[in-house]
């Protein structure tokens, strides 16, 4: 698996796994980012990965988008 922080802009994943502790996972979850969720990738610029998830856009710092695999 691949963390999102590697995809490109315009690129739609599969969240397959979201690793690290509980608190982090529950963090990720409450932003909608869950596991079998379908996001783009709308900004990665190497610091701040900035998603479309649902209806919405979020930003996450790359730390946090490591966590997120694809």
Do not use: W
Not at 12 to 31: A, Q, Y
């Amino acid at each position: 698996m691949i963390s999102i922080a590697l995809a490109n802009p315009g690129e739609e994943v599969l969240i397959k796994r979201i690793t690290g502790k509980d608190d982090v996972k529950h963090h990720l979850n409450e932003l909608g980012l869950n596991e079998g969720e379908r996001i783009t990738i709308l900004q990665n610029n190497g610091g701040n990965v900035i998603l479309q998830v649902k209806n919405g856009r979020i930003a996450i710092d790359r730390q946090l988008a490591m966590r997120i695999q694809m």
